[in-house]
């Protein structure tokens, strides 16, 4: 399985970025995708998930400025990302578990056993 992000960049506040995932290896399309973060000095956190059905789950701290979406027919997964704000300057990571159960809140971090090398984004203010 290997999953490999693009999309990062350097932006002002405000700005927007529009992350993508490739995922192959995968034997289906039965599985939860979604995006991590890591920010200097801090614990990685999930940022957005989308399940089997896709049902999305969202950070507090990014609802109503990220969307997630999945395009099975491309095995690619998107993360939106609009008002960036420097706080959401970090690494990341795009993840998969294949399982095609419901998922309705954000997992932790080693529920996800397929990770990406990961993507920066960098906000400036």
């Known amino acids: 399985v290997h999953l490999a992000e693009s999309g990062g960049g350097s932006v002002q506040s405000g700005g927007s970025l529009r992350l993508s995932c490739q995922v192959t290896?995968?034997?289906?399309?039965?599985?939860?995708l979604g995006w991590f973060r890591q920010a200097p000095g801090r614990e990685r956190e999930g940022v957005a998930i989308?399940?089997?059905?896709?049902?999305?789950t969202y950070a507090e701290s990014v609802k109503g400025r990220f969307t997630i979406s999945r395009d099975n027919g491309k095995n690619t997964l998107y993360l939106e990302m609009n008002a960036l704000k420097p706080e959401d300057t970090a690494m990341y990571y795009c993840?998969?578990?294949?399982?095609?159960?419901?998922?309705?809140?954000?997992?932790?971090?080693?529920?996800?056993?397929?990770w990406g090398q990961g993507t920066q984004v960098t906000v400036s203010s």
């Open positions: 993840v998969a578990r294949q399982t095609d159960a419901r998922v309705t809140v954000m997992p932790p971090r080693y529920y996800f056993k397929f």
């Open positions: 989308i399940d089997v059905d896709g049902r999305t």
């Open positions: 290896g995968l034997t289906d399309n039965q599985n939860c």
